[in-house]
């Protein structure tokens, strides 16, 4: 399918198949095109407006008896899906890098032992099979927003995709990264809001909560936020948290670890069992008062 | 008093009269010198941790009507404190520029017909003692944060000062800029942040939880948030205020207007009655949730 | 004089003395408004388009020895114009505040030895007589350029205004702000640029060169740069030096000292005499080539 | 090769082959590891300290007629290597994606019948052989700086990369970037500066000389600037290639096109063949004044 908007029309120089008028430069994620909020299966579960999704897990999966005891962990305190990182894009080549399909495996046990639904980021576009025949969701992260050759094959990934915002990016390119997903065959995006780049380097990234309660009016796909990289310090994750629910976030993806001193990456943002067990508490509270099914 | 840290202390021309020990660029307002949280009053009211402090009002005093109808709807619903801006800080020379001293005459008459306290702006070290005779707390806006002269004098302005964040400034100037105040007699500072600038500009500005959160933790003074400027449209300022107090903020500083449309001045951020009842209705929830006394 | 856009007129409450037709927020040091450029005399010497003007000098003004050696080194490499302050914005109030109007007075003994006309900062409106009585022109600093109420009284200063952008601002705040000088009566605006914040923090400040390029076909004002809070180092000066003037900029302000090891502030990025004359004849070279007369 | 920096090695769960001794988060492409400048081929050129190399043609490749006449022009005008696009990321995937093979057919021929060697973009790891088959040297565009499966693919690719600096990256994680490619088997890299997202979007982006001043001292290999994306408009180019220059960049790459008004994509900021002779004229004083072979 190659689809023109009409300015684009008369200069371009490959034929469409298919010619649909648009208004502006994404249309299948606005609100403005379907006003009804879409939810997105992960597995057996529902990410859906009006409730809290919560995805929890370490940042990468280390070894078996981490991931699993982490994914008991999480689901016992209330968490929907489990989170953890096989493929890790790293700023440094000299950094711990993933444990690639072995992690993936040790994921899908970690399903089978908890029924948990598993979601993990997939880094290249030929790792797409590999990671699909394993995970329920994909992760796409900030540093791959606008890796289009990436989003265009998801559209043919037949798994529903988690689309971080790049911590450059407009919000504006954040709903047109995801209109490639869609377009190319695959409308089951979930956005998630992780932290911008700005000239307050306090904490490790800025959390944009006025992105959130703006892409929850924009879209109709569902919206999620990641407190543990804007807080880069497990001490502000509780707070960013609750934070992202009260902008009216639709759930949480939250990095949790067995014994964060001992994490390969990110140790300094990984709850501790006990804190994530406050954080859903107080999720469920605040929710409550919100008016959410919790 | 002029007071030098000791690696000043050698090479500085200047006499001091008294020389503090210091540890870092700030330390009167640091919550490692000082643990307890220091609630600060308005008037005869408090701002203190546990309790959700609001303060509402028109961006400016336009007129007595305007002011009067603004007052006692703000109270009624459950406002603290009246905010309105006589004296305003705008980009351009040709818009209007507040009315002054009648601007102050006509909160002082707002506050003897509702009861509730005054804060307003005061943008010239010259106007100090003007509009600290009319109000009971004076604010300072985003862009003279760092007006130093004006901080050294506020040491001696006798009412409490808000402190606005900067929309280019660091946290760490936020704490130094109030240092400067504490510094020069006078300890009661309310820090407000009302985001920063940042490359997406799809809303007026970043909001900043983020640095709500950390504040909370790095002072003993009180920490608010004002959602209607980075939120720059009334659609967005209630996500935006239940996320300042999901954070941790100790209150709310917000844009309320008897007719939004007819404003002389930001008309699309500020919120109707109606919205302000929804919004206090909607904070009030979220404390109680929260463990806040409300 | 209170001069009103169209749009405004309708609502304002205040009275017109003057009404004129805009088209914008600001016209009169719009190059739409004015197509010739306008040179700024400082002194007796001029800032003007097609050449290079530089204005050198510490950071502030420390002791006499101190300014006259600066003064005396940069008229004999070729600076057109003495800076150095005797009121300095810090960040924290521990450090030095500067001399005061003792550092004035070294300021004019300066000029009276050397011949360089003298540029210092002006940070509260309560000293505009006094430091205008001292100085050639009036520096206002990047924290106070929308400090509205210094910027009208600028007005009857009767000495140039340099105006540094702020470095959380806009080009047409900066725009703006300048134009409150020329609208309470003073013409004579020369805008600097000297960095900008960004979430990129290896420099001191990022330069915006992008910015000098726009505003000389922006504004029939000066344009220059300031190389030195940016580079925040003095090993980046030269090239950035280099960068303002091929972007177009009419000249320079850099910090020179005599010792920069010894500076009670900004010590790293401060100049010796011999990287300036290096600076200096790079300059000149660059704006032959140019087309500048040098 | 696994390499692991010293504070990594005690916990990773991969085996290292190799065991190199780290100071920092990159090494080969640092400064401080090898002091002598690296010059870098591209085709029979060279990218080399001390000279200034120009990349020049149009953003995208869009048929035979405009690819050969920009080729012809501008080898005539004095560029050294031919720049166009086959892959084009394009924010919103209802523009115009580049020709793909075919336009890479096209970039070869234009390489027949000018002999200026050829740099195009690569997207996607798959398309490695593929654009290394007919191209000098493989361009890595800003959304995918950090794409690191891309980047460690690159390592074999045979072929000198480009390397632009994301819009949202620090100075640190583009020399990580490149550390990713040179250690994976690749020393063959030119970073390419070409702007960054700031809160002014007054221009298109905020390019950022300082860190070209920076680079120069931090990396041994060559620095470039691309004035183009950082303007937006074809009015601010010229200026800002000048600042680049001066900051002390190795060469330029600059959008060129027969006819920019009718060009598919960046309209608004290609140059004209007349624009790009004044910009190549003004380089070479500019190179000659700071002491460059031109």
């Keep these: 399918i190659v ?26 994620v606005s609100r403005a095109w379907k006003k009804e909020p879409t939810p997105v299966r992960i597995g057996d579960r529902e990410v859906a407006e009006g409730k809290i999704f919560i995805i929890a897990g370490p940042c990468a999966v280390e070894n078996r008896d981490q991931i699993m005891a982490a994914a008991k962990a999480v689901k016992d305190i209330g968490a929907h899906a489990l989170r953890g990182g096989a493929f890790k894009p790293r700023t440094s080549p000299y950094t711990f890098q993933g444990l690639g399909e072995e992690g993936l495996k040790l994921l899908a046990e970690a399903r089978e032992s908890t029924g948990l639904p598993v979601v993990t980021e997939v880094m ?37 995709v988690l689309l971080k915002r ?11 990264a995801a209109e490639y997903v869609a377009l190319h065959g695959n409308g089951d995006v979930i956005f998630v809001e992780r932290g911008i780049r700005t000239f307050d380097r306090t904490l490790r990234f800025t959390l944009d909560v006025g992105a959130i309660a ?14 543990s990289h804007p807080a880069g310090d497990r001490k502000f994750v509780i707070p960013l948290a609750l934070a992202i629910l009260a902008a009216g976030a639709d759930g949480l993806i939250v990095e949790v670890h067995p014994d964060p001193s001992k994490a390969l990456s990110d140790a300094a943002q990984q709850l501790t069992f006990e804190q994530f067990r406050e954080l859903v508490e107080k999720a469920r509270a605040l929710g409550r008062a919100l008016g959410k099914t919790v």
Excluded: C
């Design 3 to 28: 689809t023109t908007p009409p300015n684009a029309r008369a200069q371009t120089p490959v034929k469409a198949d298919v010619e649909v008028e648009l208004k502006g430069e994404y249309q299948l």
């Design 214 to 227: 703006y892409m929850k009016q924009a879209t109709h796909l569902p919206v999620i936020g990641d407190p």
């Design 124 to 160: 290249d576009s030929q790792d797409i099979p590999l990671v699909a025949k394993y995970a329920d969701a994909l992760q796409i992260g900030a540093r791959n927003m606008q890796n289009f050759s990436l989003l265009k094959k998801l559209g043919k990934a037949g798994r529903p």
């Design 166 to 176: 790049g911590f450059g990016n407009t919000i504006d390119e954040w709903m047109a």
